[in-house]
């Protein structure tokens, strides 16, 4: 994100790509080097340089709810270890020492679960101050099994749906 910021600020064009179809684009290569990726990209690049399309840097609101997105993974993520953590400690032998730690890591599950319920609400407060946002987050949850989570990773993903010219294209997606 800081190379974006930094060559757009300076007026230089670049291309965000998805590095799995630059890896695909050129088969099979022996070894792994800086020099090898750097001549793969470079080949990626002049051979398709007709359909590569100029990036840009995502909106601000946008920029803000990947990092809430992302902060939020990683505290379920530290959830999910804790829970874990705390169901191995309870099938050992009861001792003191185990009843305070699971003690110490109920605390914390506690906790982390009200952090995450914080940076939810700071996800829906975002998405209402921008007009366009809510509009397709409210459409979106009008679908089946779209709830915040989701709806706010095909906003960030999507650019706001920005990505794609028409719907056709975001199915394939």
Known sequence: MKLALFLTNKSLAYVEENPLSIKRSSGIVRGKTDKLDAAMIARYAWLHREELVVSTVREQELQELGRLLAFRDQLVRNRTGMTNSLKELKSLLKSPSTDTCCKVIKRSIIYISKQILVLESSMKNLI????????????LRTIKGVGLVLGCQLLYHTSNFKRFDNWRQFSSY
């Open 128 to 139: 209402k101050t921008e007009s366009t946002l809510d509009k397709n987050f409210s459409l």
